[in-house]
């Protein structure tokens, strides 16, 4: 399985994005889907996730500013973010559970840096 992440970007403060990631392959599955970042000179971090059944949980600092959803169809996911703060400023990086023959890991997607700034 592999996974692509796209929508990332320089944006000001106060702005929106909109990231999404999309998994590719063979007979798998997704469960839970997540998306984490990792500031200049931080450690990762999570920021949001979705379970299959579509409960959601957010990191506080940015609940009520960022959205995730998914789309089981596509095996998809998306953050939208809004109302982006500097701080905000990351590489965001996917990070699916996937059940394949009989196995479940987590894949990583490539990172998508968002920078937030006047």
């Known amino acids: 399985v592999q996974l692509q992440a796209f929508g990332g970007g320089l944006v000001q403060p106060g702005g929106s994005l909109r990231l999404s990631c999309a998994a590719s392959?063979?007979?798998?599955?997704?469960?839970?889907m997540n998306w984490y970042r990792q500031a200049p000179g931080k450690q990762r971090e999570l920021v949001a996730a979705?379970?299959?059944?579509?409960?959601?949980n957010y990191a506080d600092s940015v609940k009520g500013r960022f959205t995730i959803s998914r789309d089981n169809a596509k095996n998809t996911v998306y953050l939208q973010m809004n109302s982006l703060k500097p701080e905000d400023t990351a590489v965001y990086y996917c990070?699916?559970?996937?059940?394949?023959?009989?196995?479940?890991?987590?894949?990583w997607g490539q990172g998508t840096l968002v920078t937030v700034s006047s």
């Open positions: 979705i379970t299959s059944g579509g409960r959601t």
């Open positions: 392959g063979s007979r798998f599955s997704i469960n839970a």
């Open positions: 990070n699916l559970e996937v059940q394949q023959y009989g196995s479940t890991w987590y894949a």
